[in-house]
């Protein structure tokens, strides 16, 4: 998804209750799994997910804080749409390259990688979530 510059994005993603800055007080002990997914664009793929899966928690991350935001809010109709709120469904903006730092070794059950940028250009190689300094976290 191409990066915008979104108006009043952190108001966005203030009122939103998907939102969080970091996990803690997160209770993950209640859920049977937890699905991370890198890059969730506008949020479809990860909201579809938690509402199949009601047991599991899901958590999303992008880089860009405007993404996130615009996620929040697709996230949101999609819950008015099915009358239901994802509970276990979370989201914040966070750099990829540093999950290490926000999840214990051994924690993450699954990783969504969705069409994720690809960085054509040689001189791009190490942004790729597919490089090898992503590969090592």
């Known amino acids: ?3 915008r510059n979104v108006k ?3 108001e966005i993603l203030l009122s939103s209750d998907k939102y969080v800055q970091d996990l803690k ?3 993950v002990s209640k859920y049977d799994k937890l699905c991370l997914e890198i890059g969730i664009g506008k949020g479809a793929y990860i909201a579809e997910c938690a509402r199949r899966h009601p047991e599991n928690l899901y958590i999303g991350i992008e880089l860009n804080k405007g993404v996130v935001s615009l996620a929040t ?4 109709r999609f819950e008015k749409e099915i009358n239901k709120k994802l509970d276990n469904l979370k989201v914040l903006a966070y750099n990829a390259l540093e999950l290490n730092e926000l999840f ?3 924690t993450v059950d699954r990783i ?3 069409f994720s940028d690809p960085w054509p250009k ?3 190689e190490k942004r790729r979530l597919t490089s090898d ?3 090592e976290v």
Not at 73 to 76: C, D, E, L, T
Request: include cysteine; charged fraction near 25%; aromatic fraction near 8%.
């Open 1 to 3: 998804m191409r990066q």
């Open 122 to 124: 040689k001189k791009h």
């Open 104 to 106: 214990a070794a051994h």
């Open 133 to 135: 300094a992503f590969l």
């Open 112 to 114: 969504y990688l969705n």
């Open 8 to 10: 009043n994005c952190d």
């Open 73 to 76: 809010k697709k996230i949101a």
């Open 25 to 27: 007080g997160i209770n």
